[in-house]
């Protein structure tokens, strides 16, 4: 028998009467498929403030969520119980509603059961009904058992609800035929032999899976939770129709409610904050938005009131014609021109006219010889035209929108519409840009900006920006005004112009740390070129000085301090004396968290070394030395001086006692752990003549464990070994070098740490690529290989004496190990060397996805296969260049596992 069941469940008070009738008989203890509420019917029950016990994100949330809906599983006083076991009375009595056949109970009358099959007086019409409708085998179930239990209130075991509803399927003549085969379980031999054919056949269905070790568990019980996601996949099979369900294609989304075609007519369902919404091959919520226009549907609940809508098919029902627009006739007859034929169209108020930017327009704004793409609905016998679009022709029109971008070079932007449309136009010299009855140019137009238009013979002729965004300006500062409220510039070439200051601007100065406003020359003649950010209320938020010509000495040497006059007089590195003045704006940094000119006076001595900053001879910033940085070149333990290379070439040595030595990773570290070559910082004493710390740089990669994103301190792991650090005072930087916060640190990470002796002074994150080795250069002079990452991108990496090739155990290889075809992944080591890994490699035979898990099951080949191998959230599924789901994948599909770490990351059907 493999026809399936076809019937249409009705929501009677005789049904509802029964419900409340087991209610009373059984008390709050047993009816698991029963509601106490007794003003409410089983037609109304909604998914809305579902039960309290099923929290939002539930693994088994959307099949409860859908079987109760349907009213084929019902709650106790607003639980649901999920962990619960089933009794095989209450599995009886869920599979007669899933059926269909809960019309067919007649709860008047006497119901008499076999001597072994006692159950509870409100499930023996249930149990009565699946008798004789082959639900249940009478023989099987009324065989004596020795239980202590009752035959209705026995927990329904894995193998008995696997035939009860194999059984509500109708499918008893496949599990006839698939009695003799045994399962692939590694327990097959503890599955009843009666039970085993309708295992085969559940199995073929997709309709259940096996537990832990590959095994299928038999004579385990079943919860509620299982239960109802056991009969809400198993629906895919089933033809019964619900009277509150209703499967349909979708004509009109709008404000809280949808249009569904279905039979022929059109319904509309009243949508509200407790509807919810799914896809048919996911577990995951979707939201209103992600529901589209002609897709199919099944939606769950009435006119007034939807509780579940899904996504059964998310193909739009459309088919396309396109050619050319000849013109409209009487009775709203559009007529187009393909093929050398000509092809009427009936259209009506529902039909929507675009241009070809996707803007609605009036059907009388079509222009003969437009060329006109029309998607007509595939799923009636009308095929009524739903939209009709302007592929090319003459655009003039006005219209309102937001700037997406603006590309000066090309003359070209992109506006999204009022209606939500993108597009695209070019401009001429001709263009006339206004804001606030100022002319700007095309230049200081900005993303964001709102905006009106004018498009004369498809250019643009005008643009006003009605609400502006960010804009920058250039000039040179002519006056800073009273109160540091208003600022004076002259635009170049053009005239004097005033500009009130935000509260707060932000500065730029190079060589100032933390410019003010006193920092700025203002001045007619000679003031700084300036680069100025306009807000939308035209007020400056920015001020960016531009090619300032400043002097800078680094260890330059004080030779005296003139606290009156406040002139310090230095000598340069190449003992060329100068002088400079100080005053209240000098940055100053010394060993003071608040730095003031009469705190630093006392430093201020003969034979200091400091780092100076200067325009002409005025002191912008001053910095008292603690420490050089550099490569060690030469270290004399017996002199006991360290010798130092700056970056910038200069040598310097240094004497020192009994240095602090701080190497990471290394609690004892000496002056012996100091080697030639190594970069290190020497923090001077508070003399500056001596050095008093060595801390050794140097970089480390970690993995990220997890982030306290409040105390910005980070959990790491480096060779199984896991350990902390703070980097609230770290650089931190993305994968491809920009400025990140903690907030972008996430665990599963790679990092590349550069410490400052203990201290992380730089973090950034690793960028990881992944995927197919397209090419390999293996020329002695210029190795690279050429890798397509999973997102189609293509990138050839040099390699060079330090790069490393590894396989995924470690091991090392060389270039020769590598092919085209391989799977690898590329990162930088701690040292920004190139680090391939060449992927593993498996070829199985598909068995099932677990989903809860996230682990995909193969045929076994041999004894020592694991027979799983974990999912990566991330993994590329493919035939050829189609992308494929986890969910497409049939058992025996033949498969190839590209494995990093022993997870999936990619899969490459055969």
Do not use: C
């Not at 001077?684 to 050794?696: C, E, G, K, R, Y």
């Not at 350990?723 to 790679?750: H, P, W």
């Amino acid at each position: 028998m493999n026809s399936k069941r076809s019937y249409t469940i009705p929501y009677s008070k005789k049904a509802v009467a029964a419900v409340i009738a087991g209610m009373m008989a059984l008390g709050t203890g047993t009816a698991v498929f029963a509601d106490t509420v007794s003003t409410t019917t089983s037609a109304s029950v909604t998914a809305s403030g579902l039960f309290s016990d099923v929290k939002s994100g539930y693994w088994a949330e959307k099949h409860i969520y859908k079987l109760a809906s349907q009213a084929i599983l019902l709650g106790d006083k607003g639980l649901f119980r999920p962990n619960d076991s089933v009794t095989q009375q209450e599995a009886v009595t869920m599979a007669i509603r899933f059926a269909g056949l809960e019309d067919k109970i007649n709860s008047n009358a006497a119901v008499a059961l076999p001597t072994n099959m006692q159950v509870n007086t409100y499930f023996k019409p249930y149990v009565a009904l699946a008798l004789q409708q082959n639900l249940l085998d009478k023989t099987a179930e009324n065989a004596a058992v020795n239980s202590k239990q009752t035959w209705g209130e026995r927990k329904a075991t894995r193998e008995w609800i696997t035939e009860v509803m194999i059984r509500a399927l109708g499918k008893e003549g496949d599990a006839a035929s698939l009695a003799a085969k045994a399962t692939s379980f590694a327990d097959n031999g503890k599955i009843s032999a009666s039970k085993r054919g309708f295992v085969n056949a559940a199995l073929e269905l997709g309709l259940t899976n096996g537990v832990d070790g590959n095994r299928f568990d038999p004579q385990g019980t079943v919860t509620r939770a299982q239960l109802a996601t056991f009969f809400s996949r198993a629906e895919a099979f089933n033809d019964v129709k619900y009277n509150n369900s209703a499967e349909g294609i979708v004509t009109g989304l709008g404000t809280n409610k949808l249009d569904l075609y279905v039979d022929g007519s059109i319904r509309t369902y009243a949508l509200d904050n407790a509807t919810v919404y799914y896809t048919s091959d996911s577990d995951n919520k979707i939201s209103f938005a992600d529901l589209k226009p002609y897709t199919k549907v099944m939606v769950i609940g009435s006119t007034n009131k939807t509780a579940y809508v899904e996504v059964t098919d998310a193909k739009t029902q459309l088919e396309s014609t396109e050619g050319t627009f000849q013109k409209l006739s009487p009775g709203s007859v559009l007529w187009l021109e393909t093929n050398n034929t000509f092809k009427e169209f009936t259209y009506d108020a529902s039909t929507t006219f675009l241009d070809q930017n996707g803007a609605k327009i009036d059907p009388s704004a079509l222009v003969v010889g437009s060329k006109l793409q029309i998607q007509q609905e595939t799923f009636s016998a009308a095929k009524k035209p739903v939209i009709i679009q302007v592929k090319s022709g003459i655009i003039n029109k006005t219209g309102s929108g937001t700037l997406q971008s603006v590309d000066t070079a090309s003359k070209s932007l992109v506006i999204k519409n009022a209606a939500g449309t993108v597009e695209s136009y070019t401009w001429d010299d001709s263009l006339i840009v206004k804001y606030q009855n100022q002319l700007l140019s095309p230049s200081e137009l900005k993303n964001g900006a709102v905006i009106n238009y004018t498009v004369k013979n498809n250019v643009l002729a005008s643009i006003e920006v009605t609400q502006g965004v960010e804009r920058t300006i250039r000039g040179s500062l002519y006056e800073v005004g009273a109160n540091n409220a208003t600022i004076t510039y002259k635009r170049d070439g053009g005239q004097l112009e005033v500009k009130l200051l935000a509260e707060k601007p932000e500065l730029v100065i190079s060589g100032i740390a933390a410019p003010v406003l006193g920092d700025l020359i203002a001045d007619s003649q000679n003031g700084d070129q300036v680069e100025l950010t306009l807000n939308p209320q035209d007020q400056v938020t920015k001020i960016q000085v531009l090619n300032r010509q400043m002097e800078q000495k680094k260890g330059a040497t004080i030779v005296s301090y003139e606290p009156k006059s406040k002139l310090l007089t230095l000598l340069d590195s190449n003992k060329k004396p100068y002088v400079v003045s100080l005053d209240e704006k000098t940055k100053l940094t010394y060993n003071s968290p608040d730095p003031t000119l009469a705190g630093i006076e006392p430093y201020l001595v003969n034979g200091r070394k400091v780092n100076i900053t200067y325009l002409t001879n005025r002191a912008l910033s001053l910095e008292v030395i603690y420490q050089y940085e550099g490569k060690v070149s030469a270290l004399d333990l017996n002199g006991k001086k360290l010798t130092l290379l700056a970056s910038d070439g200069q040598t310097m040595t240094l004497p020192y006692t009994n240095p602090v030595v701080q190497v990471y990773g290394k609690s004892n570290a000496s002056l012996s752990d100091i080697k030639v070559g190594m970069d290190i910082a020497a923090v001077l004493n508070a003399t500056q003549d001596a050095i008093q710390s060595i801390q050794v740089k140097s970089n480390v990669q970690f993995e990220v464990v997890s982030v306290d994103y409040s105390n910005s301190r980070l959990t790491v792991k480096k060779d199984g070994i896991t350990s902390q650090f703070y980097v609230d005072k770290s650089i931190l930087a993305g994968e491809n070098g920009q400025g990140i916060t903690v907030a972008d640190l996430r665990a599963g990470q790679l990092l590349n740490v550069t410490f400052n002796g203990v201290t992380p002074e730089a973090v950034q994150v690793v960028k990881l690529t992944t995927g197919e080795v397209t090419s390999v250069n293996a020329a002695s002079g210029s190795p690279s290989i050429t890798v397509k990452n999973y997102g189609g991108s293509t990138e050839t990496f040099a390699l060079n004496t330090a790069s490393k090739i590894i396989n995924d155990a470690g091991s090392a290889l060389n270039i020769s190990n590598v092919a085209a075809g391989n799977r690898v992944e590329v990162r930088k080591d701690a040292d920004g060397n190139t680090v391939v890994k060449v992927l593993n490699v498996t070829t199985q035979s598909f068995w099932k996805y677990d989903s809860y898990a996230k682990e995909i099951y193969v045929k076994r080949q041999n004894v020592n296969d694991t027979g799983y191998y974990p999912l990566s959230p991330a993994a590329y599924i493919h035939q050829g260049d189609t992308t494929l789901t986890v969910q497409s994948l049939k058992e025996n599909d033949n498969i190839v596992l590209y494995l990093n770490n022993g997870t999936i990351v990619e899969i490459q059907k055969q």
